[in-house]
């Protein structure tokens, strides 16, 4: 039972929740299974195969893969935070979750994205540096600083949610007890508590634009001097390449930041279409980050190659050709930025 009458203060007190997803479609149920199962495996795989390649070979041993092993690390954490129970539920049909486990849910779920914020920002940060100061790049983003800033991302993550979860948890919940969304998130649920969550609406907004819109900024003015010092390759089939690197890292970075702050930040808060741009940031965002910023990548692929060599015991391959760079300045890019 979800709800409990009681005589204390006179209220119906919630004691779970319903989780009603992407809305009451039986007859999708097997089908949304399998495609967020695929997504679940694809995302755990490519981002758990991005970490032990990179603790494996000495060579990704660079602040860049640093930052990146963190990335993909979060990322594991954040799609497990919420993609297993919506399995469970279109697998079983049980949409309910205990209030405690909500509240739990949506902890670690807001500290993890606030940290993807701040880290997305570190890493963009980096990357000015490696391309726009290369020569002040190996003194200042030495070993201490990046643990120190790998550590604040995370940090700063999980302070400022712990904020939010203490103010929403001490709301009141006298029903009903649906939650428009496929998991527990901080707007769906104050619009359930019979409480004054004016203040708590407002303090959710001003945390959720302090995470999101400063980082987006440092972020978007990071890639944007990137972008400039590309487009000083004299190459043009260098400078079309990393243009395209680094326009596909924009991308995915606007859309991620876009749909958070479209969700919290914006006045509106319209319960009904913050699953749909929830997507972006929750699972998209974690499938294709392995592909965009590692995969991608020349280095990580000579990893991979070495690496597969190794496991079948094959020796004697014949070393792959790298394309020959004809200006120091095209050469700082490709080995500073994302040595493809």
């Keep these: 039972c979800q709800i409990r009458s009681t005589e204390w203060k006179n209220k119906t ?18 089908l949304l299974f399998l495609m967020f199962l695929s997504i679940y495996v694809v995302t755990i795989t490519g ?13 990704l041993h660079t602040p860049m893969y640093f930052f990146l092993g ?11 935070t919420i993609l297993p129970k919506m399995l469970l539920s279109y697998l079983g049909g ?15 779920f807001g500290c993890l994205a606030a940290a993807e914020c701040y ?3 570190v890493m963009s940060y980096d990357r000015y540096l490696a391309v726009c100061k290369p020569l002040h790049y190996p003194s200042r983003m030495n070993g201490k600083l990046c643990l120190q800033l790998g ?4 940090i700063s993550g999980f302070l400022s949610n712990s904020i939010l979860t203490f103010l929403i948890s001490g709301l009141d919940f006298c029903g009903p007890n649906e939650i428009e969304h496929f998991f527990c998130d901080s707007f769906p649920i104050i619009k359930l508590s019979c409480s004054d969550t004016h203040v708590v609406g407002l303090v959710t907004s001003v945390v959720a634009g302090v ?7 440092l972020t978007f003015s990071s890639y944007l001097y990137i972008i400039i010092t590309v487009m000083r390759i004299p190459s043009a089939s260098g400078r079309k390449k990393a243009f395209s690197t680094c326009s596909s890292h924009l991308i995915v970075v606007i859309l991620f930041y876009w749909s958070i702050l479209t969700v919290y930040v914006l006045p509106h808060h319209d319960t009904q279409i913050s699953p749909v741009f929830s997507v972006f940031y929750t699972i998209l965002t974690p499938l294709v980050n392995p592909l965009i910023y590692s995969l991608r990548n020349k280095e990580v692929k000579e990893a991979l190659r070495k690496q597969t060599s190794k496991l079948l015991a094959f020796r004697g391959l014949p070393s792959v050709k ?7 300045n095209e050469l700082q890019v490709w080995t500073q930025l994302y040595g493809m």
């Design 13 to 30: 007190v919630v004691t779970g929740f319903i989780l009603l997803g992407f809305g009451n479609h039986p007859e999708l149920d097997s």
């Design 47 to 59: 981002n758990t195969f991005i970490i032990v390649l990179m603790v494996a070979n000495r060579h």
């Design 70 to 80: 963190n990335l993909a690390c979060l990322e594991i954490c954040y799609s497990s």
């Design 94 to 108: 049980d949409r309910s979750i205990s209030v405690n486990k909500c509240f739990t849910q949506y902890y670690f």
């Design 119 to 121: 880290l997305l920002a």
């Design 151 to 154: 550590a604040a991302s995370w």
């Design 211 to 217: 995470c999101s819109l400063p980082p987006f900024l």
């Design 322 to 328: 790298k394309k020959e760079v004809t200006t120091l």
